[in-house]
């Protein structure tokens, strides 16, 4: 069993208040929009961090990031990227990758609207964290926090920031 904190579209601000939410998981899965370099550094330093980069991304995250990630973990097929849609309304590019990897959890950012939901079409678990930062129209900053093992997911818990 692994504790994951899910979070995306920091855009240059790690919340302090991230550092308690996050205390007891193992890692931090972060889909996209970081910002810059030091907010990427400041999470991995605090735990250990998958993460790709999002459209707002320069350079230095691009050259550390992926655009995707695809990995397994307790018999889960993951993905994430940072530009996905939602179901059923995913972009052509996700699609086509959906019913090739056919992952068990798709993971995505970018809209800044919180999702978590199962998509019976593809299979698999949506998750969208929202948007941990403070640019963009999201009233409210959220991130995740939940268990993976076993193919289970428990305690999945939205955190409003």
């Known amino acids: ?17 991230i550092y308690k939410y996050f205390k007891e998981v193992d890692e931090i899965w972060h889909a996209g929009d970081i910002g810059n370099i030091e907010i990427f550094d400041e999470i991995n330093n605090f ?4 993460a790709v980069y999002g459209n707002v991304d320069g350079y230095e995250i691009r050259n550390l990031c992926k655009k995707e990630l695809f990995f397994n973990l307790f018999n889960f097929k993951i993905f994430i990227t940072h530009i996905g849609g939602k179901p059923p309304k995913y972009n052509k590019e ?16 970018h809209s800044h609207i919180l999702n978590i939901s199962k998509d019976d079409n593809f299979k698999l678990i949506y998750m969208n964290p929202g948007a941990a ?18 193919k289970k997911l428990n305690s999945v818990e939205v955190i409003k920031l």
């Open 133 to 150: 930062g403070k640019i963009g129209f999201n009233k409210e900053r959220t991130i995740v926090r939940f268990e993976i093992g076993n």
């Open 47 to 50: 735990k250990k961090t998958k």
């Open 1 to 17: 069993m692994k504790k994951i904190g899910l979070i995306s579209d920091t855009h240059n601000f790690f919340d302090n208040k």
């Open 94 to 109: 996700v699609r086509e990758k959906l019913n090739k990897f056919k992952p068990d959890i798709f993971i995505c950012g």
